[in-house]
Each structure stands twice: as C-alpha cells, then as structure tokens.
C-alpha cells in the first residue's frame, strides 16, 4: 500500500483507505469494505459516495487535514464523508451541520460511537443559530445543495474561521443553476469567492465519480463575526 494524502489513508491503486476509529472496529458506516493488514482495520473510502475521496483521487493537494483537526461540516447528510474524517482527526473535532431531520437522525445513529464527532440539527444558512455551540475551526467543509452555495460558505467562514482557516467547498452546478453548463457555474462560484477576498488554491472537476460537481479550495484571513 501506498501511503495517502493524511494520516490513516491509504491508497492502493486507485483505492483509497482510512484506518477504522478505534471506537469502531468492526463496523460499518455505509456497507464500504473492512481489511485487516498486519493488525490494522482498514476502511474503504468510496469515490462515488464521498466527494472528498473524488477529490483526492483526482489529484487534491492543497488541502491538509492533521490528526488534530477542527472541521465544520456543512451538509453532513448521513455521514458518509464524515466518518472518514473522523478516522483521520483522531484527536480533533467534527461540527456535523444537516438541516434534513431525516438524514440528521441517521447521521446521530450512525456517529454513536465516534466521540469525535458531534451532529448538529441546523441550517446552514444560518451559522448564528449553531454559534454557542461551534468553535472557531481549522477547516470549513462544505456539501450543500443550495443555489445560493457561494453565500453559505463565505457567512459560515466569516462567523468560524481563525486565522489560515482553509475552506473546502464541493459545488453542485445542477444545483446553482440548471441550465448553465458546469463550467460557468464553477466560474460563478470562483468569481464570487475572489469577490469576498478568498484565495483560491484549487478548482477541480469530479468527473467520472461525481458528475457536474467540482471540489474548490481556499483560504483567506477576514474579520471575525461573533464570539
């Protein structure tokens, strides 16, 4: 095996793995494959379910996780992206934001035994109602549905960034506007963050895993918002 981009993952071949959290041996998040090699709980980290995984197998370098990080999840859903993240922050904390009752149950159920994450019932459009409860983050992770993606993430970065808080925003160009071609929705969104002042660092396409979705990296220092 090929060591990955942070630490716990793994690549091999085209395949990526995160070492299973120790709370979690055994079990399975989304029915992904468990391996054992030479003591160690391996799981595998599908690129057709996670968008970070799409990501990093289509060649995402600027974007640096460590075993301590602080990330504010945007869009959790049921957890999938999640928790492989939480397998990699081992001594870090993940603000799991969804907005769907639904998916926040089954995001609840499925992060029982990951201590280091913690699920929030939110609307992302709306970071002061989650503000006494998120800290200030090292990371800003973003998978949302919305047309208005671009507006989310520069409020939530404003209230919860410190200084060099890196930004990781997936955009859904079907969903800012159905019938732009993806490319220019992609510009749309990179025009807008340049416009608040971000830094891009990288604009990749996640085709063939994700179709019409695009992974944008960035960083930027601003004024605090809040507490």
Sequence with gaps: MVTGPFPGVIKRKNQL?????PQCL???????MLKR?????????NPYRSKLAAAILK?????????NTRILYLGAATGTTVSHLSDIVTSGQIFAIEHSPIAAHKLINSMKDRDNVIPILADANHPETYMHIVPKVDVLYQDISQRNQSDIFIRNYQFFSKANTQGLLMVKARSIDVSLPPKKAYAIVEQELQQAEFSLKESIN????????????VNQKVQQIGL
């Design 17 to 21: 793995f995160t070492q299973n959290h």
């Design 26 to 32: 055994g079990k399975r998040v989304y029915g992904e």
């Design 37 to 45: 090699e030479k003591g160690v709980e391996w799981r595998s980290w």
């Design 59 to 67: 060649g995402l370098d600027s974007f640096l996780l460590e075993t």
């Design 206 to 217: 996640l085709a063939p895993f994700e179709k019409d979705h695009a992974a944008i990296s």
